[in-house]
């Protein structure tokens, strides 16, 4: 199967190495970039389709919203910890916590296009306890060249293992895409309670902004 990971914004704060560390399991280590560990809030659209690149239907297309944070194993290898993953399809959400083990939550989601400016919206609604919602709304602008891109804008977007673990089980699995075609974003308005949902203080400082219009993506079968 492959996944198609649509009109994406990714929007990271630096928090505090002792903040975020404490989210994370003790045999994975954050990872720091620019003296900071780093925290995405990361909405999109995600299509499955079949192996051949047809789509199922709108069952199958959806909104997601994503709390993620960046860590090394003590193999060296690096990856994404997921801290929430917010999905507007039930489904997904029931078979992607119990067969990946990941923290998924069914939630009522809408993304708005009007020009260049995209609006993501997002309100939990199951399991509960865990209300929470999330407003994000920026205008894209123009694209990066290749040469304008740097190893932080690498790090915080392009990553090639996803790990979780769950009743003493560890596992990983390895992802494939294309680089992200980024564009330049500014962040016009945000209301977000995913961060603070997921054990986080409420950041603060200007983040990094980036919107890419997407990839193709596959992720591998998980393993010890």
């Known amino acids: ?13 630096a928090f505090d190495p002792a903040v975020v560390s404490r989210l994370v399991p003790a045999h994975l280590r954050v990872e720091v970039l620019d003296g900071a560990p780093w925290v995405g809030l990361v909405p999109f659209r995600m299509r499955v389709a079949s192996a051949g690149g047809r789509g199922f239907g709108p069952v199958t297309t959806f909104c997601e919203t994503n709390v993620r944070t960046y860590v090394v ?20 959400v029931v ?9 998924y939550f069914w939630s009522s989601m809408a993304l708005t296009r009007v020009g260049d400016e995209i609006t993501y919206r997002c309100r939990r609604r199951a399991p509960r306890p865990a209300a929470a919602e999330s407003r994000v709304r920026v205008r894209i602008g123009a694209p990066f060249a290749a040469a304008d ?12 293992r996803l ?11 390895p992802v494939w ?7 330049r974003a500014d962040l016009l308005d945000v209301d977000d309670h995913l961060l603070t949902a997921a054990g986080l203080p409420h950041p603060t400082g200007d983040p990094l902004v ?10 591998g ?4």
């Not at 895409?177 to 564009?183: A, N």
């Open 73 to 92: 194993d003590a193999a060296g290898r690096h990856g994404v910890w997921f801290l929430s993953l917010d999905a507007a399809r039930l489904g997904a």
């Open 149 to 160: 891109l740097g190893p932080r804008e690498h790090s915080l977007t392009a990553r090639w």
């Open 221 to 224: 079968a998980q393993r010890p």
């Open 95 to 103: 078979v992607a916590r119990t067969r990946f083990r990941l923290p």
């Open 163 to 173: 790990f979780s673990a769950a009743g003493g089980r560890r596992r990983h699995a």
């Open 210 to 219: 980036h919107y890419s219009p997407g990839v193709d993506v596959r992720i």
């Open 1 to 13: 199967m492959t996944q198609r990971w649509a009109e994406l914004t990714f929007v990271h704060w």
């Open 177 to 183: 895409h294309e680089p992200w075609p980024l564009h």
